[in-house]
Nanobody, 125 residues
């Protein structure tokens, strides 16, 4: 079993910052947190940012957060972070972390994705 847990959400004023954390635990052989998604009330879940598993850590961001959010990875802790700066009211949403399982032999073939329960981020105007 794999558990994915997000933390760091909360209430912040517009222009403020928050740092989200996502850790995978349990049977984490070839399991790595990969990205952040968010879902606002009445809207579909959307991608916020992703980071590749390897040392290069190639990142990808939604246009709406480019230049404001930074995704990073701590390999030793098997944790991914999302530093959110210059927050706007439209960033208000539940933020979910996704972790990916690759095959346990060579850690290269996709097998499954796991999701956390989400953490609420509310940006007051």
């Amino acid at each position: 079993q794999v558990q994915v847990e997000e933390s760091g959400g909360g209430l912040v004023q517009a222009g403020g910052s928050l740092r989200l954390s996502c850790a995978a635990s349990g049977n984490t052989i070839c399991v790595s947190p990969m990205g952040w998604y968010r879902q606002a009330p009445g809207k579909e879940r959307e991608l916020v940012a992703t980071i590749t598993r390897g040392d290069s850590g190639v990142t990808n961001y939604a246009e709406s957060v480019k230049g404001r959010f930074i995704i990073s990875r701590d390999h030793a802790k098997n944790t991914v972070y999302l530093q959110m700066n210059s927050l706007k009211p439209e960033d208000t949403a539940v933020y979910y972390c996704s972790a990916r399982r690759l095959d346990s032999m060579v850690c290269s073939i996709y097998e499954d994705d796991y999701w956390g329960q989400g953490t609420q981020v509310t940006v007051a105007s």
